[in-house]
């Protein structure tokens, strides 16, 4: 940030205390951030922690918020705001989107809840603040990166149409075991929703979806073997964007072999089930232990003809690991995932614009080369 700003961070868990922490270390003039959570002990921990990690002096005031029953305190921190980072589960985000429309405040969440950002969409259209929505790391960072590789592409070889557009990530832990070949780095608030709602690919030019994991596949980056599938939210609005330009578009979340099988043999046992979500959800967390130390690995790929008909293939790989920030040495998810978040707040803050900007909008070089990007996926 290169003037003062009151930044409202609603959420509580790993991905909001990595953004502050990261907003009050690397900014040029460092904001006053406001850490707002239902568990009103919870926002005082992360409050807490932000100021004994960084190296710079700060103020970081933590406050109860209850989306549901907004109370006279939250009110008037809302009022003295100037932008919101939404890092509450996917099914509040149109909830706070509309409180960050109601105080004029800008605006970045990271859900990949396709529904929940199609309300938004709806309801932020006309708002006199920037709403940028599906910001992270997948949906977010990798997305523009992928339009990125399409804009290059096209412009290096004089076409306007591609043949394949292809995107992964993966949270995934330095090993694996049998039978799940799986350890949560993150919240696993959102695993299962991925696993079982649609996925929206191009295929042969045109928008459509396809179940999620109904495409699984091997993949060889950096010479480490993973598996790939299909999974819902991460491909953002690019389908949107680059219908009748890319014949097959996808995302694909990355996983360690044999994790897939794994997940499709409890899905047989949930064929009755009234809920499958939570029963998996409940399943993962039963089985799949918490892992601490992690790692991001990425891949993004463009392939086409050039003007004269060769077939051509460019690609970009990334393997990222745990890094400290200030004083604390923050896991690889949680670095990935609240830089794009607040890189997308000093952009809106900076530039002012209105209404809702989607990943496929943003200026991709400037921002992949963002000075809070930069630091964690390197320079473009």
Known sequence: MKTHYNIIIAGAGGIAEAAGLIMVEWSKVTPTIYIGNRTLSKAQNVAKWIMEGTTKPCKVIAFHL????????????????????????????PKMATLAKSNNLYYANLTEYVAETNQIKAMAKNAKTGFVLQTGLAPGYIDVLANHLFQEFCKQYLVEQVDTLEFK????TNHAIAPHFYGFTWSPVGVATEYLKDSIVLRDYKKTSLPALSESARIIINGITYEEDLTSGGAADLPDALEGKVKNLDYKTLRHPGHYAWVKDQLKNLTNSKDPIADLQQIMQDQIPHIEDDQIILYAAVEGKDKNGVLRRHEIAKAIKPKQVGKHTLRAIQTTTAAPLVQAIQWLLETKPQGVVLQSQLETESFLNGEFITPIYGKI
């Open 66 to 93: 209850d989306p549901s029953d907004i109370s006279n305190e939250a009110t008037a921190i809302f009022n003295n705001g100037d932008a919101l980072l939404d890092c509450l589960p996917g099914s509040l985000a």
């Open 169 to 172: 990530v993966g949270a995934l």
